[in-house]
């Protein structure tokens, strides 16, 4: 996904947040007790890809003022 950030930034990320997310849903189904595992750190991931998901967005918008 590093390489196709260059590209589709936005896309590439939301893909490896929506993958984060099912990794972490399917290891709760399997072991309910890993949900409060690791939590500030799941937490922090979390904030990483939000904070990732804005600045796409926003170079997505300059790219498209700018014709690049």
Do not use: C
């Amino acid at each position: 996904m590093g390489i196709w950030s260059k590209k589709k930034p936005l896309a590439a990320i939301v893909t490896g947040f929506i993958i984060y997310m099912l990794i972490l849903i399917l290891d709760a189904l399997v072991d309910p007790k890993t949900i409060l595992q690791g939590l500030i750190l799941k937490i922090i991931v979390i904030g990483a890809f939000v904070t990732g998901i804005k600045g796409a967005i926003e170079a997505e918008k300059i790219r498209k003022e700018h014709n690049l």
